[in-house]
């Protein structure tokens, strides 16, 4: 959790591996999808519980995958990272 005040109640880091993706097209399409994926889910499945519980969190968003997939899993993904913080966040 974040002692320190900030703006906004979630700060969040997307990293793509440079070792996995040599090509920074390739990195950036898979940052795209998955700040867009956030961005669409966040108020719904994240903000409303942090407000609720009056908590700040960071954290960090690191794509392993080998292949570049569809944003469709994307989403499917980022909704379910999100609805266990969510949930992490009410039970604390």
């Known amino acids: 959790m974040v002692t320190e005040p900030q ?10 591996s440079k ?6 097209v390739d990195r950036n399409l898979v940052k795209r999808r998955v700040r867009e994926a ?11 519980a942090l407000s609720i519980a009056q908590k ?21 993904k980022m909704l379910k990272l999100l609805k266990q913080l969510s949930e992490q966040v009410t039970a604390s």
């Not at 703006?7 to 793509?16: H, K, R, T």
């Not at 070792?19 to 920074?24: F, I």
């Open 7 to 16: 703006a906004a109640p979630v700060q969040i880091l997307i990293s793509v």
């Open 19 to 24: 070792k996995r993706y040599k090509r920074a």
């Open 38 to 48: 956030y961005r669409l889910c966040k108020q719904q499945h994240l903000y409303d």
């Open 56 to 76: 700040n969190i960071v954290f960090s968003v690191s794509y392993i995958g080998k292949e570049i997939e569809p944003y469709a899993l994307m989403e499917k």
